[in-house]
């Protein structure tokens, strides 16, 4: 069964830095756009960066200049540099990742579980 699996998230000062990453596991895959999102409490689920296959990236406009996304396809990891982190921009991170599996022959969005990011002021 493939799963995606967040972790790095944690509570860290106004200015400060953290590390997300997210591994995709569970049976044959092929792994096509990946990106991270985010829902702060009382909010929606937003965009906050992807990265395709060949490496090029997106970010909202929040992220530009603070965070950087990059992705292994050998280690099946994705990562969320981000710095210079605001109290805005506590939430929960979500890993999503377009992917064709054995039992799903056809591109299907899977989501991790999610890692809890507070960014005290």
């Known amino acids: 069964q493939v799963q995606l699996v967040e972790s790095g998230g944690g509570l860290v000062q106004a200015g400060g830095s953290l590390r997300l990453s997210c591994v995709a596991s569970g049976g044959a895959f092929t792994i096509e756009d990946m990106g991270w999102f985010r829902q702060g409490p009382g909010e929606q689920r937003e965009f906050v960066a992807a990265i395709s296959p060949s490496g090029r990236t997106n970010y909202t406009d929040s992220a530009k200049g603070r965070f950087t996304i990059s992705r292994d396809d050998a280690k099946n990891t994705l990562w969320l540099q981000m710095n210079y982190l605001r109290p805005e921009d506590t939430a929960v991170y979500y890993c999503?990742?377009?992917?064709?599996?054995?039992?799903?022959?056809?591109?299907?969005?899977?989501w991790g579980r999610g890692t809890q990011v507070t960014v005290s002021s």
């Open positions: 999503n990742a377009a992917m064709f599996t054995a039992k799903r022959p056809y591109k299907y969005h899977y």
